[in-house]
């Protein structure tokens, strides 16, 4: 039943904040705020999530917000967690309005001046009915000797703060984080002879592919020579030629008749072949003409 509550949980943070990037799936999510200063929550679900609450992160670090200690989103909704109650979705969706409408601001390291505007935020919203919380229950606890040593000794307070269900489970959830953060280097660094087999493989079929292309290209030239050689307008214009070739030639010959060059059985031969192929020539011409055989679109 955990599990399947847990699953219930993420899809809510699914649903109503569609552009959470799911960086380990079922441990960490990030949830953008903005594209400008590449600033996200990143949400963090314990090993024992939903019994215990999430921890919720502010990124980049260092950031200035009534809601923010120590870059820890402090709402007031999760030290009341409840794993039946409470909605992961709705809480973050909340959180991401409160920051897009209030940003944090940078911590100014140089000045002990707040930045300006910045308290003019109103704080967060206090509950009307405090719930219990146990780190308060521990300190009231405490006799006033014990609150005055804590008070006085650096020491004894560590030792004190270390101690705190709240802390330990804080660190318990950094260390989860970092194991996921190496766990997905890691997995990332697996991929790396595959990624470089794959880029090898692109820069091969690039080469290939230009070369194929050059090919192409000489093929397509000698295509466009052929088309040329016999496109309609150069079989008309060699028809032409031929047909005005035919009757100059035969027209030599009747001249070299009349100049005496010939006799008659030699002139009406050869006068007679080149007629032929002449008036063989012209018919052909004519007709392609009167039919427009030769009309092309190239």
């Given at each position: 039943m955990t599990q399947e509550q847990k699953r219930q949980q993420i899809n809510s943070l699914?649903?109503?904040?569609?552009t959470t990037h799911v960086a380990v799936d079922g441990q960490i999510y990030e949830v953008p705020l903005s594209s400008e200063d590449n600033t996200f929550?990143?949400?963090?679900?314990?090993?024992?999530?939903?019994?215990?609450?999430?921890?919720?992160?502010?990124?980049?670090?260092?950031?200035?917000h009534p809601?923010?200690?120590?870059?820890?989103?402090?709402?007031?909704?999760?030290?009341?967690w409840q794993p039946q109650q409470s909605n992961l979705g709705l809480l973050v969706k909340k959180i991401r309005e409160e920051f897009m409408a209030r940003p944090p601001a940078k911590k100014n390291n140089n000045s002990e001046q707040p930045t300006e505007g910045?308290?003019?935020r109103p704080p967060p919203p206090i509950p009307a009915n405090i719930p219990s919380n146990p780190e308060y229950n521990t300190i009231a606890r405490l006799s006033p000797e014990e609150m005055e040593e804590l008070v006085q000794n650096e020491t004894a307070f560590e030792i004190f703060f270390e101690s705190l269900d709240r802390v330990k489970?804080?660190?318990?959830?950094?260390?989860?984080?970092?194991?996921?953060?190496e766990t997905l280097a890691h997995k990332n660094l697996s991929r790396e002879d595959q990624l470089l087999k794959l880029r090898s493989e692109v820069e091969s079929l690039e080469s290939k592919f230009k070369m194929d292309k050059l090919e192409f290209e000489r093929k397509e030239k000698l295509q466009n020579e052929a088309f040329h050689r016999f496109s309609a307008a150069t079989v008309l214009t060699r028809l032409k030629a031929s047909a005005y070739e035919s009757d100059e030639l035969s027209?030599?010959?009747?001249?070299?008749?009349?100049?005496?060059?010939?006799?008659?059985?030699?002139f009406v031969k050869?006068?007679?072949?080149?007629?032929?192929?002449y008036h063989l020539r012209e018919s052909k011409l004519e007709r392609a003409q009167k039919d427009?055989?030769?009309?092309s679109s190239y």
């Open positions: 699914l649903a109503h904040n569609p929550l990143l949400i963090n679900l314990p090993a024992h999530f939903p019994e215990e609450p999430p921890v919720i992160t502010l990124t980049p670090t260092g950031m200035r809601w923010v200690e120590g870059d820890v989103i402090m709402h007031d909704a999760l030290p009341s910045y308290n003019s489970n804080l660190k318990t959830f950094q260390e989860e984080l970092r194991s996921g953060n027209e030599s010959v009747a001249q070299s008749f009349l100049d005496g060059n010939l006799d008659n059985e030699s050869q006068f007679r072949e080149f007629r032929k192929v427009n055989l030769f009309v």
